[in-house]
């Protein structure tokens, strides 16, 4: 583990090692920037995990109580549905074991306004 000066700007700082902090760190590093990744939680190895899906909520989450919100389905649906945002090396990552879901059809609409649909993209 290297250490840093405070004020070097060549340092890239990510908070979060997910898949969105876990991706960026590693394609920086391979292009031979320097990048620390903070993260709250624990590095956990196979056999530290627990193999009962409610019983790993207690290890993986974080402690304090967050729920869904927004104008979101599921908040709508269930609006006190605990948000599992997984504190560990990986993020949600480790929770979501890699599933990857078929995107909802909102998801197809992008912030620019161009609509795009399932169908198009086949």
């Given amino acids: ?14 908070v979060g090692s997910g898949v969105g ?7 920086l590093a391979q292009r031979g920037i320097m990048v620390v990744v903070l993260e709250a939680g624990g590095r956990y190895e196979i056999p530290d995990f627990i193999n009962d899906e409610w ?15 927004g104008s979101w389905r599921v908040h709508k649906d269930f609006p006190n549905l605990p948000a599992r945002i997984v504190k560990a090396v990986g993020g949600s990552t480790v929770h979501w074991a890699g599933a990857s879901l078929r995107f909802q059809e909102h998801e197809f609409k992008s912030r620019s306004g161009k609509k795009l649909s399932r169908g198009s993209l086949m």
């Fill in 1 to 14: 583990m290297a250490n840093f000066d405070l004020n070097d700007t060549s340092v890239v700082c990510i």
């Fill in 21 to 27: 902090g876990g991706t960026l760190g590693n394609e």
């Fill in 55 to 69: 019983e790993s909520f207690t290890q993986l989450a974080w402690k304090d109580m967050r729920t869904t919100s």
